[in-house]
């Protein structure tokens, strides 16, 4: 696995004329190294990849769970005593390596700082890793798959207990409990509960505002599972709906299937938002629709490819994507419906099974 994206790197690497790529995000490093369970978020360590090696610079604090990672596989983990980024600038010297390749999400003072020691000179590429990642294998497809179905059952499981009277906090609380009791490893995001007129902000923060009879309530969460994420959006009614309440959420589950339908390997990503869009320029909605379709998702909750107006990058096969459109009515509340899809040559595999129709509890 390590090997097939190491080889997709050092091909850029020649084709750029380029002596080394370093990579510092812990995701990306989690990616290329396929190493489960060591990166933890922190900005500890430096992989350098040239044509010849891959050497992953790190602390005392990760040195045994990498050396232990890293056996039968070629990468070579070194352990700085020092400051992390001068040894990594004396090895390369050392190397002969002439021009560095740096990610462009480094921080400008690192940057600056790897610009002034490293003797060569130093180029910043963007999204290389995250451009490989975009195309999921299948073990890959098999972890999202398996967040989606959690995450399914955390719906099915907070369902009735959405009911006027409890908070948005507690049923937030209580998703995020029913996921890591089953497995999840942590949450994707924090999921978000908005209700009544808070379901008109597209990413509220949960409050503790009490659920009240024909509320909107807008359920948007998801679990990880083996390092990769779910992502789902749900929005049903704590009572009964109003006709107004049942028109905007019909509006939008059309836009969901329509840009489900439209969704193929190599059709550009503003091409599948505009079908999802269209629904609601015709129901005289579109106003209140503000953010992009979707998004890919995998050991990132938000990565590529994008589907929005702006993005005219077709969705490969492989990749895996949100499709999720909303209407925001200020003061009245929202809806957003997001499902997750895998994106094959023939069209969409649908991940998420939640129920879709409206929803009316208690
Ligand atoms: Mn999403």
Redesign the pocket.
Known sequence: MSARRLSVLRQRLSAEELDALIVCDPTNLAYVTGFDDVFDGEDAHALAITSEEASLLTDSRYFEALSRAAEGTEFEVVLVRENLYVTLCERLGEKGIEVVALEANVPYGRFRFISERFSGRVEVIDGWVEDARQVKDSEEVRRIAAAAELTDRAFSHILDRVVPGVTEWELALELEMFMRREGSDGVAFAPIVASGPNSALPHARVTHRVIEAGDFVKL?F?ARVDGYCA???RTIVAGRASDRQRELHSAVLEANLAGIAAVRAGVPGNVIDSQARGVLEARGLAEYFGHGL??G?GME??ELPSVSPRATRSVPAGSVI?I?PGVYVPGFGGVRI?DLVVVEEQGARVLSRSEKTLIETG
């Open positions: 948007d998801g992502d789902m959006t979707g998004h998702v909750v938000h949100t999720e997001e």
